[in-house]
């Protein structure tokens, strides 16, 4: 018996042969030298377009967003980086070493979803302070008040959050959000190339997946919140799922499925897609399924909707014979029914119809997620048009993909419940972001069955150069997609310090209001103020004097006093978002005089802030 590597894939086998057993001796480390000189380039490309980036204007940024502000270097940059990901792509794929192609991948992420925290002075989207003042809640008075803020019913990922704050000694949350979302996007990629190299089997189809993923991700759930914890574990669920529990019937790799498959395919036998599972034993098998639990509670605890679209995810794997936890669906979906009846009982008591109203009237679910989006000024409508085109042309390319590569004999099945799972969110309404999220659910896998059908024809020479077109042509198309709402997304310092300004002299009990949200408030005494809307917006906007003189019926605690914060975010979300007219805050301002109860305490140019006393 003797041992010998072999030529096609390195790995040591054994050899029948005359003799005592011999270890042959480890062959000589090589340098890969083209991929020490291409991953040394892309560092390089990288840190240049960061320098640019923080170059760039950001009193600059404008109708269309961040785009406008970023200097031509950093778009250079970004397509010298892209173009030197399809050189590897097309030229070295099976034979680079895997760094390089991480290396750039990491470099798109920080260019593109690092942008703002490069550019900006403050951390951007008021709703991540928001989650920072909930954060510094726990931290501070070790509860979450489900009956002050719904959000806190789910306190999972705030308490994560308070965890990480106090073992990093940090007097407060805020010092995480700047970089959040690039660091969540390169966790997502984890667990999205080990899904990748299992289901396509290809080097290639994973990393133009993952690529076309970071490009396309333009729903922006990857800051500070809930969302982007949850979904992290949910793309890592799906991971242990398809890696090591997928095969089923024979276990010999051919995938044999259960009989609701054989009658929804109309075939006794689709070949297993992908790789074989990764074998492993008893005992790690228990703790991959402990894992899997342990990540449903968090998800559970954390997130109203990620658990429901994981229990379909692997329900839909089940049905079709790619999953052999066929329990786990139901354990999901148990834990997430017990956790809404149990742990959230200050949210549905009295909100039934809110929760189950919706059940089933799909025309209003994509009614209120896509019809009451499109409004607003002329540049804001042009950017949801574009991420609606951007989306469909995901989904298109993803039936065609299937269509293709099932043609050709390669049914990518697995990938195609996945991307389809999501879906069925369309039974229930979910507000105005329910089709966003389906499609950041239905994205990663959605990239990789494209990535996989493409990465198919890269021998041939038009399949490369529409490719070259169409990712050169992506950087731009993501960057108005995905910022073209920066110009009240966009956190100023001014805001922030008038902000700090009133928390440091309003009294607890203290009723806060503004005409629009995008406030960066509540970052600091989450719970010890009262934050609202007027009862009129509309009106209040409108400057209708009898919603100004009396624009709140909730009453300041104590010795609380009812101030109105009004920000340049809010005038612009106003203008862009809403459909107000561009200077609906000049007309209003002139109302908010003594003679109808507003007395002017702090003020700067991008902020003002009443204090408010009703008029006798």
Known sequence: MQLRPTIEDDRWQEEAADGPVTVAPTPPFRRDAAGDVASAFAVLVVVAGGYFASHGQQGAIGPWGLVQALPIGYFACLGVLCLSFLWQLMGRVEHA?????A???????????????????????????????????ILEHHVAPGTVDARFNWPGFFGAGAAVTGAGGLDSAVSLLRWAP??????????????????????????????????????????????SFTFLLY??????LVTFFRETGT????????????????ADRVPLDGAEDVTVGPRTRALLVTSLLVMLAAVAMSHQLTPIVLTMAAAGLVLVGRCRLVMFPLVAGVVTLAWISVGTTDYWVGHLHTIFGGMGDVQSVVTNSVGERIEGSTGHLAVVRLRLGLTATVWLLMGLAAIGLWIRRKPPLTLLVLGLAPFLLLVQSYGSEGVLRIFLFSAPFACLLIGQWVAAGLDLGWVRQWLAVALLLLLPVFLVTRYGNESYEEVRSTEVSALRTLYGFAPQGSVFFSPTSQVPWRFEKAVQYGYHRPDAPDQFVAGTIASVRDPISVT???????YLVVTRSQILYGHEALGFPSDWFQHLQPLLTPRNGYYLVVHNEDTWIYQFGRPS
Not at 182 to 211: C, D, E, F, K
Not at 235 to 240: M, P, R, W
Not at 556 to 562: I, L
């Open 103 to 137: 290396i750039h991948l990491i470099g798109l992420v920080v260019l593109l979803h690092g942008a703002p925290a490069l550019l900006e002075d403050e951390p951007r989207f008021p709703t991540a302070w928001l989650h920072a003042g909930f954060v510094g809640q």
């Open 97 to 101: 070493a895997p760094r390089v192609f």
């Open 251 to 266: 276990g010999r790799g051919d995938g044999r499925p259960s009989w609701p498959a054989r009658h929804l395919l109309g």
């Open 235 to 240: 793309l890592t669920s799906i991971a242990v």
């Open 182 to 227: 690039v660091v969540m996007v390169l966790l997502y990629l984890v667990p999205l190339h080990l899904i990748g190299r299992q289901l396509t089997g290809s080097a290639a189809a994973t990393w133009l997946g993952l690529w076309l993923f970071v490009g396309v991700n333009w729903v922006g759930q990857d800051y500070f919140a809930p969302q």
């Open 556 to 562: 300041p605690k104590g010795a609380g006093q009812t």
